[in-house]
């Protein structure tokens, strides 16, 4: 196999939020991860080097959301973006500039303004676009540059599309949501 075998520095218990997810840095030294540091908080994004055993918070959601989560590295690794919910079904996409070592270098920027529930940011290879999903029962991919220009693109697959990947190439996988009402 060539998959490495590691073992993992205990660092939590982590308290899942409902917007989890977790991404690697390109280098694989560290993680960026979504976790709550004390039970009632809003999740908020931590850098985790889980072979020194420490964890950095990057990020600070207001008070009474339900926080930060679904964190994708930009392919240059110089940008993170993530969802951040104000309620489940009401969020924007924002972006934090960091450094080679996962750092934050500013305050993030929101980068939607939707209010809708969106999340799963996936970054298209140039790092000037994100395609994410967006609405929560029925929801739909949408794509937006970075730069903030140009307005948000529905890319037309239907109801029901979420969690985007997009590899080098630029070929983009998803998942379709079936809801069946009896």
Known sequence: SDLKSFVLTRLGPFIIPPTTAI??????????????????????????????????????????????????????????????LRQYASGDIW?????????????????????LHAATPAWAPGDAEIVYHSGYDYSRLLQIRTDGKGGVEDLRFGEGC?????????????????????
């Open 162 to 182: 979420e969690h985007p990947s997009i590899d080098r190439m630029g070929d983009i996988v998803f998942t379709r949501q079936h809801i069946q009402i009896n």
């Open 95 to 115: 972006i934090l500039p960091i450094d080679s070592q996962g750092q934050s270098l500013t305050e993030p920027r929101q980068l939607t303004h939707q209010n």
């Open 23 to 84: 991404c690697w840095s390109a280098n694989g030294e560290w993680l960026v991860a979504a976790d709550v540091e004390k039970p009632g908080e809003p999740a908020a994004l931590f850098r985790v080097d889980f072979r020194k055993g420490k964890k950095v918070r990057l990020t600070a959601p207001p008070p009474n959301s339900v926080g930060d989560g679904s964190p994708s590295l930009s392919w240059s690794g110089k940008q993170l973006a993530f969802s951040r």
